[in-house]
């Protein structure tokens, strides 16, 4: 099984900025949120435990309780937004009333099909299917796994939404990978 945890509030998730690279520390909220998860996450006996290297997403883990076992993996940084780095999509959409992130690439940003190469190695290097992995990252990245994980295209991620410090689950369905809960907040899986 894969657990994806999403990283904890950030200023610019609460403003819905853009959070590509830049590297937003968790809010207060955030680090109470984060560290919510370890009752939780606390029950997994974890096999593998990979984490973004962005402080909210090596925070969140942290707090979560598996700082001191996480693997740092480049791979699970979030999408690179370019020029929309930081703007929300309401104030891109001043100029480009149809822009959305999914299909319309903006100036420097980083390609749909490049981040899914991506998670796609990830999904690669897991390993054995029967073990317990934890990824802690981003939105974006975390959506577009989901959807590599079924073997949808990576805009099927357009279709999944995360809130922060959310949990979701991707397992077998006998040897059908299947999305088998998504979008879970600690309150509701404790």
């Not at 029950?43 to 090596?58: G, I």
């Not at 937004?81 to 940003?109: C, F, K, L, N």
Request: with cysteine; proline share 5%.
């Amino acid at each position: 099984m894969i657990y994806l945890v999403r990283h904890g509030e950030t200023e610019w998730s609460v403003e819905r900025r853009h959070t590509g690279r830049t590297d937003v520390p968790l809010t207060e909220r955030g680090r109470a949120e984060a560290a919510a998860l370890a009752p939780v996450l606390g029950k997994l006996h974890a096999d593998r435990v990979l984490t973004s290297p962005l402080s909210r997403a090596r925070d969140t883990c942290a707090l979560a309780g598996f700082g001191d076992r996480a693997e740092v993996d480049d791979r699970l940084v979030e999408w690179d937004y370019g020029q929309a780095e930081g703007r929300t999509t309401a104030e891109i959409r001043v100029d480009d009333p149809a822009w959305s992130i999914w299909t319309h690439p903006m100036a420097g940003a980083e390609a749909l099909e490049s981040v899914a190469t991506r998670v796609d190695q990830v999904i690669a290097g897991l390993g054995d299917p029967q073990q317990v992995t934890l990824i802690f990252a981003h939105a974006h990245l975390l959506r577009i796994l989901g959807a590599r994980w079924c073997g949808q295209p990576a805009l099927f991620g357009s279709n999944l939404v995360l809130d922060p410090a959310s949990v979701s689950v991707l397992s077998f369905e006998r040897e059908v990978p299947v999305i088998e809960r998504w979008n879970v907040v600690a309150d509701a899986i404790s």
